[in-house]
C-alpha cells in the first residue's frame, strides 16, 4: 500500500500543506527543527492515532489554533480510500472515511506504517512499558479489534487498583470490606488480559526469527551459523559485536507475568525454571531452555486457558495485592526480553548495537505486517525512517538501503542530502522554514508505476 496523497491542516508547524507522492522512497531534506519530522508524524498519526513523540495530542495541534486535519489517500490493491482525521484539542478526534463521517476507530487497519525514529533506543534501553507498547502498536495493526480489548483491559486494571488500594488501606485501619466487588474485575480482567496475552505471545514467536534476521542484515553480523557480509569487523565504531564472538544472534523472549506469577499457575516446573531461571552461557542447556520456552509461548496463546489462569493467578494473590495495594498479575506487568548472544541487551548493548537492535525490531514488525498482509487486508506497510541515516556508519547504510527498497513505500528524513544512501533514489522534499517543496514534480522522474 502507499500514500498518495496528502494535506495538512495546522497540524504541527503546518498552516497548511498538500503533498503527492510516488511510490518507493520520499526523503525529507532540511535543516533541523525546519518541520521534516511533522510530515512523517502526521501521516503514521493516520495508522495509528497516536503520535511517536508525544502521549498528548495537544502538541500536534499548531499553537494558537483549536484543531489540527490530517488527511490522506491511501492505495491499496488498486483501491483508492481517503482518510480523515481531525484532532480538536481538548476533545475526542473526529474521523472522516472517503468523507463520510465515522467513528475513529474505523480508520484503523486502513492503513499500516511503521516507524522507526531516533525515540526508539527506548526500546532496549527505557522501561518494560516501551516494549509492551511495541508489542501492543503491531497487534493493533495486525487486528483492529485489538485496540478495544486493550482500553478495556487499562480501565479495568485502574478500577481494580483502586479497590485494591481502598481495601488495603481499610485493611490497614483494622475495618473489614466486603471484597466480592474484586470478584467481578477479575473475571473482566481475565477475559481482556487473555486476550492480550495470547495476541502477544503469537506476535513474539512471528517477530523472533525476523529481529534475529534484521539485526544481521542491519549489522552485518553474521550469526552464530555463519554467513554475512563479513561477521564480526573490528574497526567499525562500537557497533560489530566482535567481542562477542559467535554469540552475538538477537534473540527475543516474552515474560509473561503470567508465567512467572508467584503461587500462579505452574504449567510445566522444567520450563518455568527455564522461563524465569537466569540465562545460561552452556549453549545446550540454553537451547533445550528455548526449546521449553517456545512451547509455553505457543501454549500462552489459548485464550480460554489464558483467561483461567489469569483468574487463579489473580485468586492466588489476592492477599498479597491487598496488602500492597497493587495488582501484581496481567499482562500490565509482562515484558520483552532483548538478547545479544548471551547478555542482555538492556545494560550491555553499545550505542550502535541498541540501534541496530531498535531498527531491527522495527523492521521485523515492517515485516510481520507485510507476510499478514493477505489475512489483514492492509497491504505492505508504509516504512516511516525517521533520522535513521545519520546515525549509521556507510556499510549499515547501504545495508539498510538494501533493505528498504523492498518497501512499496518508504519516507524518510534527513538533515542533508548527503545522509541519504545514493542506492535509494526516489523523490526529494526539500523542507525548510513550514514549507515543503518537492525537488522536482512527480512524474518527472522514471517510474516503476
Ligand atoms: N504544535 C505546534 N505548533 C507550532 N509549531 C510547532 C508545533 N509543534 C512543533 N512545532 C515546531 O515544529 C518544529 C519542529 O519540526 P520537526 O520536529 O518536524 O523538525 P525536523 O525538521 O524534524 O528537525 P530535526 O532535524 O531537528 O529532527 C519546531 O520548530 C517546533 O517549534
Ligand atoms: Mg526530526
Known sequence: MRVTDLALNDFRSYRELVLTFDRGVTAFVGRNGQGKTNIVEAIAYLATFSSHRVAADTALVRRGTGGAVVRAKVRAADRDTVLEVEIVSGRANRARLDRHPTRPRDLLGRLAVVVFAPEDLELVRGDPSARRRF??????????????????YDRVLRQRVALLKSAGAAARA???????????????????GAQIIAARADLVARLRPHVAAAYREVSGYGGASGGGDGANTNGEAGADPAFMGDQ????????YSLVGAEDGPQPDAAVLAGVTGPDTTDPELA????AAFEALESDLTDVDRNAERLLAALQEARSKEVERGVCLVGPHRDDLALALGTMPARGYASHGESWSYALALRLASWRVLRDAAEETGVGDPVLVLDDVFAELDSRRRKRLATMVAEA??????????????????GARVDV????AVPREAPGERDDDD
Open 408 to 425: 512499496e513505500q518508504v519516507f524518510l528524513t534527513a538533515a542533508v542530502d548527503e545522509d541519504v544512501p545514493d542506492e535509494l533514489g
Open 135 to 152: 508489542l501492543d502498536e503491531v497487534i493493533v495493526q495486525l487486528r483492529p479489534r485489538m485496540a478495544e480489548v486493550r482500553t478495556r
Open 174 to 192: 483494622g475495618r473489614s470490606m466486603d471484597l466480592s466487588a474484586l470478584d467481578v474485575w477479575d473475571e473482566q480482567l481475565a477475559e481482556a
Open 248 to 255: 552475538g544472534d538477537a534473540r527475543i523472549d516474552g515474560r
Open 287 to 290: 537451547a533445550r531452555q528455548r
Open 432 to 435: 525548510s522554514a513550514g514549507s
